[in-house]
């Protein structure tokens, strides 16, 4: 995929920021295009007239689908960033971490997170998937990994905790949450989110006062 | 799909025993064909080349891609039945646990599980399929909700556990587990399993003495 600045200079006629405005539109009709037909059911025609765009205009900024998809991920990669900088800054490592499971497993719309495992399960078989979907995977499980080692250096957790384990633990947790939130819109994911943050909490730290199950219990009186 | 009992009085030409080992080859030549290619990608032809049978046949026993899926998720949910027995009448219930977690989890073939994620992507859109596999789903935690609460009748894990939270984070860690091989085929899993049973563990009863995270811990001298 061409790099921005090389588009803009290609195309003298238009502002970058109306480039850009243009792009943000593709790939905003792209998801709404992929969201409610799938990756192979949904055409480039489909997305220029959901656009508004002719094809001409579309292939000036992404000549395949998996162009789309390629952008698509790097918006959320991009967002993910925002967010995991934040994360990384809070004091309250746990409370902020409920915050962002709040974000991505709760607030998030069903059809997002169903684009997610979609683009995993394309990636299991088209090259051009995997490259951009496992890019973003292991940039995502890289970050938490760093982020424990320094919470480690900072003696914020256990100083006996594998990190390595720990981080792929983290990602199985966070990948049952968006599979389950996927395939089941109404998946009562306030009460187990909680739990999780919860689990996290002790596997992080087992010295904390207390233990998992406990706390899970307590959520009974919510519910 | 019809029946086999009413396929069997329609064809008094084979014996029933013939009928289901054709059955059988037709659903092993239609998982090979969709873990290839995929749902999408696999045609009726295609299956009926790799059972090596004519279309006529094929469609005696089943009638499209979706009554093969069915027939296929059907033959998990029997192989599920049979483990989980096992599995609820074992007198350690975290060691039973485990040995299932090890077949499902680092045992069962990457394209095993790539298929059920598929599936799982695919009842998200076509309501044939969301009736098979939604099915399945509901049976298995289902199953395990109900093993929770014998296990807290009989005294065996904590008496203030909540079991509708538990079940549902107990699928969240089910979920993550399948969706990680499904997509990263070398994951590993053997490192991840032991913690996750062990925060099972913790959910289960929290006057556990040895805290979740430093038995993770100690799984840092296996590595």
Not at 38 to 52: D, L, S, V
Not at 173 to 202: H, N, Q, T, Y
Request: contains cysteine; proline residues 6%.
């Amino acid at each position: 995929m061409p790099q921005p600045e090389t588009l803009f200079s290609q195309m003298p006629k238009l502002k970058p920021d109306t480039h850009r405005a243009r792009r943000e539109n593709i790939l905003d009709a792209a998801f709404t295009c992929f969201a409610r037909g799938g990756f192979h059911a949904t055409t480039m025609q489909a997305i220029c007239r959901e656009a508004g765009i002719s094809p001409g205009a579309l292939y000036v900024y992404f000549d395949s689908k998996e162009a789309l998809i390629a952008g698509l991920c790097e918006r959320d990669r991009a967002e993910f960033a925002e967010r995991f900088a934040r994360l990384a800054e809070a004091p309250d490592f746990l409370e902020a971490l409920a915050a962002i499971g709040e974000h991505y497993f709760v607030a998030e719309s069903h059809e997002k997170q169903r684009f997610v495992v979609e683009m995993g399960v394309e990636a299991t078989r088209n090259p051009r998937i995997a490259e951009i979907f496992m890019g973003v995977d292991k940039y995502c499980s890289a970050s938490f990994e760093a982020l424990f080692q320094r919470l480690k250096d900072e003696g914020r957790i256990a100083p006996n905790v594998d990190i390595p384990t720990l981080a792929k633990v983290f990602s199985v947790l966070g990948d049952g949450m968006f599979w389950r939130r996927a395939i089941e819109p109404k998946a009562d994911m306030r009460s187990v989110l909680p739990v999780i943050i919860e689990m996290v909490g002790a596997l992080l730290n087992p010295t904390d006062e207390l233990p998992v199950a406990r706390k899970a219990a307590a959520f009974e009186v919510r519910r």
